[in-house]
Every structure is written in C-alpha cells, then in structure tokens.
Nanobody
Framework: VQLVESGGGLAQAGGSLRLSCAAS????????MAWFRQAPGKVREFVAG????????HYADSVKGRFTISRDNAKNMVFLQMNSLKPEDTGDYYC?????????????????WGQGTQVTVSS
C-alpha cells in the first residue's frame, strides 16, 4: 500500500497550490482520508479530512475558508486546494488514510501515510 503526494512547492503569500495524493495497492473508498502538516520545529497537526463518500469535510480553524479537501474514489485520489496561502502554512504536508469512514483529527487514527510533499510560502 502506498500513498504518494505531489503538488508541493514554493508559493507567494496570497497564492495557491493544489496537492494531490494517489493511493495504490488497495482502495480507500470506505475510509476517511486526511491531510496533516508539520512545520519546522513543530508537531504534526491535522489540516483537513473527508469522509469515505465525500459528504462531510472537516478543517482546522487555521485553514477554514482557504483550503478545500476533495476526493475521487474512482481514481483513488485525494486533493487539497490551498488558496490565500500564508507564510505560516509552510511545512511538509502528508496524506493519510484513516481506519474508519469518518474523520478523526488524531494522527493515531490513520493507518497509512505518504512520504510528504514540501510547501513553502514566502512573504
């Protein structure tokens, strides 16, 4: 089982990036998916999550109204559209597959993790 993130890079404050996560080895159509991030020197934090069928999404307060998570179960992919980026959004972003169909903010509830993609936002 493999989760592979892409789409990270350098952006200016106020700009946008779209992260993608491609899953292989099994399908996750029955599992919640989420994005986490870890800034330099800080602990990993929950960013956004989506239920198995995409009917419900959850966001950290720091990204509400700016980030949008979505999924395409037919393609076994998850996306994170990031708009109005801020320097504090800088970090490594990780895709994760949950053990349940609903979203949990705790990282311990996720069984599979990608290697991460780096996002750097300059001021």
């Amino acid at each position: 089982v493999q989760l592979v993130e892409s789409g990270g890079g350098l952006a200016q404050a106020g700009g946008s990036l779209r992260l993608s996560c491609a899953a292989s080895g099994r399908t996750f159509e029955s599992n919640a998916m989420a994005w986490f991030r870890q800034a330099p020197g800080k602990v990993r934090e929950f960013v956004a999550g989506i239920t198995w069928n995409g009917d419900s999404t959850h966001y950290a307060d720091s990204v509400k109204g700016r980030f949008t998570i979505s999924r395409d179960n037919a393609k076994n992919m998850v996306f994170l559209q990031m708009n109005s980026l801020k320097p504090e959004d800088t970090g490594d972003y990780y895709c994760a597959a949950g053990s349940r169909w609903y979203v949990e903010p705790g990282g311990e509830m996720y069984d599979f993790w990608g290697q991460g993609t780096q996002v750097t936002v300059s001021s």
